[in-house]
């Protein structure tokens, strides 16, 4: 069984349009993640959800909006799409709030926009 | 702001034969958590071992082991037995914390380990 998954895996899509992407994990974990990976392979933090509720929101375009619709979802929705946006989102989960818990990934999903 | 360095872009082992990988990271609290992370071509980042901070004993995990030292502020990791599956990028990370709960992990820019048959 797949412990975090993502849907869709690819997705090419033109300027301005709106998209989502979306996560689901069925570890039980309270936290949930979104990383991007820029085409250096560069990875960083957006957001972080616990029990649905926003714990990091890294400096991020007000395009790109998070939700949670229970604890073991977390959808990227994002506005507007730019050219910058092309890049490999990962979606991960961790048990809860405490120091140290493992993240696990998503399989990414790679978005291009044209 | 915490940083992670890893200053090898690229390295190349023989199948069978061991090799380093370097991490440096940059921080001022005395309790955090370091990871490596693999992604191979399959894209998927998979976790190949974690040291918490507190620890002295370095973490061993099958063929892959760390060298931490705290006061240098170094986490190399060592892959023994080299496999062609190795091949990969690995990701050094830290996790910090964010307002006294789980914070995020902070990555390195990665190494591309080649394995060659």
């Known amino acids: 069984d797949t412990a975090v998954s993502q849907t869709p895996k690819y997705l090419v899509t033109q300027m301005g349009n709106d998209k989502s992407i979306k996560c689901e994990q069925n570890?039980?974990?309270?936290?949930m993640y979104w990383y991007k990976q820029d085409s250096k392979k560069f990875l960083k933090i957006m957001f972080s959800?616990?029990?649905?509720?926003?714990?990091i929101n890294e400096t991020v375009p007000n395009r790109f909006s998070p939700k949670s619709p229970d604890k073991a979802h977390l959808n990227l929705h994002i506005n507007s799409l730019e050219l910058g946006d092309s890049a490999v989102y990962f979606c991960?989960?961790?048990?809860?709030?405490?120091?140290?818990?493992?993240?696990?990934f998503g399989p990414g999903t790679r978005l291009t926009v044209l | 702001a915490q940083t992670v360095t890893q200053s090898q872009p690229e390295m190349s082992v023989q199948e069978a034969e061991t090799v380093t990988l370097s991490c440096t990271y940059d921080?001022?609290?005395?309790?955090?958590?370091l990871f490596w992370y693999k992604q191979p071509p399959s894209r998927q980042m998979i976790l190949v071992i974690r040291?918490?901070?507190?620890?002295?004993q370095n973490a061993t995990e099958n063929r892959f082991s760390v060298n931490f030292q705290k006061a240098a502020k170094s986490f190399s990791l060592k892959i023994s037995d080299s496999q062609l599956g190795d091949a990969a990028m690995y990701f050094c990370?830290?996790?910090?914390?964010?307002?006294?709960?789980?914070?995020?992990?902070?990555f390195g820019k990665g190494t591309k380990l080649s394995v060659k048959p």
């Open positions: 991960a989960s961790s048990p809860g709030l405490a120091g140290g818990d493992t993240q696990y």
């Open positions: 570890l039980g974990h309270d936290t």
């Open positions: 959800y616990n029990n649905k509720e926003l714990i």
């Open positions: 921080t001022s609290e005395s309790d955090y958590y």
């Open positions: 040291q918490e901070a507190y620890k002295q």
């Open positions: 990370a830290f996790l910090t914390f964010y307002g006294g709960s789980q914070g995020n992990l902070i």
